[in-house]
């Protein structure tokens, strides 16, 4: 979603629904929320993260998948 695509541009630690789409874009930088991983157990999860380098994961991401010039590139190939 565009929303998730914002919030990984201004170096936000996401919470994302569990899916195939999603799961590209969290890589040590938020959490899948799904059954087996409900909000609940996430919260509990955020007070014992580093969310200083979760931020930069965001970041990085959004760098290497977001940015105009890779994405344009990509379906000018």
Known sequence: SVTMQHSLCCRCVVIL??????????????????SNNPLEQIF???????LKVM???SHRIAK???????LANRVLR
Not at 19 to 27: G, M, S
Not at 44 to 50: K, Q, R, T, W, Y
């Open 17 to 34: 629904d569990d899916t195939p789409a999603h799961e590209i874009y969290v890589r040590g930088n938020g959490w899948l929320i799904s």
């Open 44 to 50: 509990l999860s955020v007070s014992e993260a580093d």
């Open 55 to 57: 931020s930069k994961k």
């Open 64 to 70: 290497d998948m977001l940015d105009y010039r890779i």
